[in-house]
């Protein structure tokens, strides 16, 4: 059954040091997308990047870069440089792409990143 | 930009009452989806809606309907709340013409039932 693991509950930084949020992923399709979104302590849900299965090509945006490897089915997301800013709960999705999906998210429950001043 | 516009943002209830969550888009998305979030679980999906016309169930529907009231609209109604349907309800929208786009959300409804 597909799955999505984000083993860290919770991680604490000191403001300038990078982080990796690791997320890990179980699907039996080859044809699948990995999110991550982002929910500040303001609540709402901050769509990030969206990955195909078939672009293993890491992306970096400003101080966040990306890491996908179907190898070990892992979807990690790099904060370079921290700041106060980034202290957000942090989910990884998948979606599958299988007949009858309708492309529902299947999440996973999220890491707390604190970035402390 | 609106985006998805999720109303009320706030409601306590108390057991037994009824409520609507109403729920409206302005992108002109095909798909809209309603997810209820817990403490510490991710979000989990309560029912979606393809397109206009149709809805579906999805991993926890018990104790909630919805309606697809037209293309821009979705609304989640508890006839009978319950404790256990306290909780943060999130609506979203998705343009499903083409690949796998991302689902855009509203700033969620923090209901309580009492």
């Known amino acids: 059954a597909q799955k999505v693991t984000q083993a860290q509950t919770e991680i604490s930084v000191v403001e300038k040091e990078d982080v990796t949020l690791d997320c890990v992923y179980e699907t039996r399709d080859t044809t699948y997308y990995l999110f991550w979104y982002k929910q500040p302590p303001s609540g709402e849900l901050v769509f990030l990047i969206r990955r195909n299965s078939f672009d293993e090509q890491n992306e970096i945006s400003g101080r966040y870069s990306w890491n996908f490897q179907k190898s070990t089915s892992s979807f990690n997301f790099t904060i370079t440089a921290s700041q106060v800013v980034d202290s957000a709960v942090y989910f990884c999705a998948l979606s599958e792409v299988s007949q009858g999906s309708n492309y529902q998210l299947i999440w996973g429950a999220g890491t707390k990143l604190i970035i402390k001043p | 930009n609106a985006g998805v516009t999720q109303t009320p943002k706030f409601q306590v209830l108390k057991t037994g009452q009824s409520m609507t969550l109403q729920c409206a888009q302005d992108m002109n998305h095909n798909s809209m989806y309603w997810y209820r979030q817990d403490p510490g679980m991710g979000l989990r999906l309560i029912y979606y809606?393809?397109?206009?016309?149709?809805?579906d169930k999805g991993e926890v529907p018990n104790g909630y309907n919805v309606s697809r009231l037209n293309k821009r609209e979705f609304s989640l109604r508890l006839e009978s709340a319950a404790p256990s349907q306290t909780s943060v309800y999130f609506c979203?929208?998705?343009?499903?013409?083409?690949?796998?786009?991302?689902?855009?959300f509203g700033d969620g409804t923090r209901l309580s039932i009492l």
């Open positions: 809606s393809a397109s206009e016309g149709t809805t």
């Open positions: 979203a929208s998705r343009d499903s013409t083409f690949g796998n786009q991302p689902q855009h």
